[in-house]
């Protein structure tokens, strides 16, 4: 082989290798295991599927006949759920009308059997190194741009290739999600993973801001632009030069604002309030919001053309529901930051305290997880987070699986309770109320060790 098809191995990545010829996928195996690869093997389109919906790859390698189906549909499947999954398919018949159309569905390479296995590595060296330069990266270094993600999810960890091949560009991103899912988390991890990397990260909340105060914040003003202002002020727009201005709750903008960062957009420059000439400005721009902004369109509260400008690239973050995996590792996570700030040893949570959390609705997200775990963290007094803290947390009342004969005792308990209460102690009044004669209510005040003194005066309260 010569120097020049000489790729560096991308030492680590894991690769699915599809094919229903046992002898193959053995000898492929080892190849590919020698040159610093995670394999995994599939022998039909159903098995890859399974593996696939266990475990993230970097690469998939299929073969195009399979005995279920054809590796291309299979690719269909696989760029639906995985956009940014690079797929190589191999085949025994090929020809370049077959090759043509599959390169032109997005496949990553199409070899043709028998292939030099030197030149099979070289090319995936060459697909993981323009797919996913995450592969090529020291582990230290790659886990930094998402350090502040903690996932085991499928499906994040698909959002998170797709932000790191986006991150690349200079590509205006809309971050859709609910409240509490990590928008500005996700932002931030674009911005580290871009070349702007070194520059500003400049967050704004545009719902957060009154407007007069707003277009200030954003566009800045020149002093005497307005009463008070007494000084020259930098919006953040221009603090963001040569870096990222991250607009979260953009859905909230006003419509005067939005004509004004249209501008900013279109131009690439910015005017402060009170300026006549406008200054140039290098920036990416990633927009996130929690409202429906195809719904703003419709009803003319949002600008379409400032939505087309924003929403260049669109990323959606699930639900804290739709990552239910996550709960546990993520409740661990906090458990561990804020055991350091209260100054307490703590070991974790009780297995049906975790199952309570991975089962619980969560509709705030990861915020509400997070908060709800520092609410234990403060009040536990044992090393081990017990489970009715974390429903005390969670406001969900305990439910006491009491048999009949359990339930019966605690209602005539709470019954005499209520008779004695109601009648100050005096127990021929209360016997009269029950419908029952002294002699039997005194043995039923005995059975529960209540007396009538207690309910007189000023006695001590009795609680049911």
Same mark, same amino acid.
């Given at each position: 082989? #010569?120097?020049?098809?000489?790729?560096?191995?991308?030492?680590?990545?894991?690769?699915?290798?599809?094919?229903?010829?046992?002898?193959?996928?053995?000898?492929?195996?080892?190849?590919?295991?020698?040159?610093?690869?995670?394999?995994?093997?599939?022998?039909?389109?159903?098995?890859?599927?399974?593996?696939?919906?266990?475990?993230?790859?970097?690469?998939?390698?299929?073969?195009?006949?399979?005995?279920?189906?054809?590796?291309?549909?299979?690719?269909?499947?696989?760029?639906?759920?995985?956009?940014?999954?690079?797929?190589?398919?191999?085949?025994?018949?090929?020809?370049?009308?077959?090759?043509?159309? =599959?390169?032109?569905?997005?496949?990553?390479? $199409?070899?043709?059997?028998?292939?030099?296995?030197?030149?099979?590595?070289?090319?995936?060296?060459?697909?993981?190194?323009?797919?996913?330069?995450?592969?090529? &990266?020291?582990?230290?270094?790659?886990?930094?741009? %998402?350090?502040?993600?903690?996932?085991?999810?499928?499906?994040?960890?698909?959002?998170?290739?797709?932000?790191?091949?986006? @991150?690349?560009?200079?590509?205006?991103?809309?971050?859709?999600?609910? #409240?509490?899912?990590?928008?500005?988390?996700?932002?931030?991890?674009?911005?580290?993973?871009?070349?702007?990397?070194?520059?500003?990260?400049?967050?704004?909340?545009?719902?957060?801001?009154?407007?007069?105060?707003?277009?200030?914040e954003l566009f800045g003003h020149v002093r005497g632009a307005f009463t008070g202002a007494t000084s020259a002020h930098i919006g953040l727009i221009q603090a963001a030069h040569r870096g990222t201005l991250f607009l979260d709750e953009?859905?909230?903008?006003?419509?005067?604002?939005?004509?004004?960062?249209?501008?900013?957009?279109?131009?690439?420059?910015v005017r402060p309030v009170g300026a006549t000439r406008a200054t140039a400005v290098d920036l990416r721009i990633l927009s996130a919001t929690h409202h429906d902004l195809d719904a703003a369109l419709a009803a003319s509260q949002f600008?379409?053309?400032?939505?087309? %400008?924003?929403?260049?690239?669109?990323?959606?973050?699930?639900?804290? @529901?739709?990552?239910?995996?996550?709960?546990?590792?993520?409740?661990e996570h906090f458990l561990r930051q804020l055991a350091q700030k209260y100054g307490k040893r703590l070991s974790g949570f009780a297995p049906d305290a975790l199952e309570t959390l991975a089962s619980a609705n969560w509709p705030g997200?990861?915020?509400?997880?997070?908060?709800?775990?520092?609410?234990?963290?403060?009040?536990?007094?044992? =090393?081990?987070?017990?489970?009715?803290?974390?429903?005390?947390?969670?406001?969900?009342?305990?439910?006491?699986?009491?048999? $009949?004969?359990? &339930?019966?005792?605690?209602?005539?308990?709470? $019954?005499?309770?209520?008779?004695?209460?109601?009648?100050?102690?005096?127990?021929?009044?209360? @016997?009269?109320?029950?419908?029952?004669?002294?002699?039997?209510?005194?043995?039923?005040?005995?059975?529960?060790?209540?007396?009538?003194?207690?309910? %007189?005066?000023?006695?001590?309260?009795?609680?049911?």
């Amino acid at each position: 082989m #010569s120097a020049a098809m000489t790729v560096a191995t991308p030492a680590g990545a894991r690769l699915l290798l599809i094919d229903d010829d046992p002898e193959l996928l053995h000898r492929l195996s080892v190849s590919l295991r020698a040159s610093g690869y995670r394999v995994v093997t599939a022998t039909s389109a159903r098995h890859a599927r399974a593996r696939l919906g266990t475990r993230r790859f970097d690469l998939v390698l299929s073969d195009v006949h399979l005995p279920d189906g054809d590796g291309l549909a299979l690719f269909e499947d696989i760029h639906r759920q995985h956009p940014a999954l690079p797929v190589i398919l191999l085949t025994a018949r090929g020809s370049i009308p077959d090759a043509v159309e =599959a390169t032109s569905r997005g496949v990553a390479g $199409y070899l043709t059997k028998p292939f030099d296995t030197q030149a099979l590595l070289h090319h995936i060296g060459q697909t993981l190194r323009f797919t996913a330069p995450a592969a090529m &990266a020291p582990p230290s270094g790659d886990a930094a741009w %998402r350090a502040g993600i903690i996932s085991r999810s499928m499906r994040m960890h698909t959002l998170l290739d797709e932000a790191r091949l986006i @991150a690349a560009s200079d590509a205006s991103v809309l971050i859709r999600g609910d #409240s509490g899912t990590g928008k500005e988390l996700l932002a931030r991890a674009i911005h580290l993973a871009s070349p702007r990397a070194n520059a500003p990260f400049i967050a704004i909340n545009c719902g957060a801001i009154p407007e007069p105060l707003l277009e200030s914040e954003l566009f800045g003003h020149v002093r005497g632009a307005f009463t008070g202002a007494t000084s020259a002020h930098i919006g953040l727009i221009q603090a963001a030069h040569r870096g990222t201005l991250f607009l979260d709750e953009i859905g909230d903008m006003p419509p005067a604002l939005q004509v004004k960062l249209l501008r900013v957009l279109q131009e690439r420059a910015v005017r402060p309030v009170g300026a006549t000439r406008a200054t140039a400005v290098d920036l990416r721009i990633l927009s996130a919001t929690h409202h429906d902004l195809d719904a703003a369109l419709a009803a003319s509260q949002f600008r379409e053309d400032l939505y087309y %400008r924003i929403n260049v690239v669109h990323l959606e973050l699930p639900t804290l @529901a739709e990552r239910r995996e996550d709960i546990p590792l993520l409740a661990e996570h906090f458990l561990r930051q804020l055991a350091q700030k209260y100054g307490k040893r703590l070991s974790g949570f009780a297995p049906d305290a975790l199952e309570t959390l991975a089962s619980a609705n969560w509709p705030g997200n990861v915020r509400q997880l997070q908060n709800v775990v520092e609410q234990v963290c403060a009040l536990t007094t044992t =090393a081990l987070i017990p489970r009715t803290l974390v429903e005390r947390a969670l406001r969900i009342k305990p439910v006491d699986a009491l048999g $009949y004969a359990g &339930a019966k005792q605690r209602f005539e308990r709470n $019954y005499l309770i209520q008779l004695l209460k109601l009648t100050a102690g005096n127990v021929s009044d209360a @016997a009269r109320l029950a419908e029952r004669n002294r002699t039997e209510f005194y043995r039923l005040l005995q059975r529960h060790s209540l007396t009538p003194d207690l309910f %007189r005066g000023d006695g001590p309260d009795i609680e049911p």
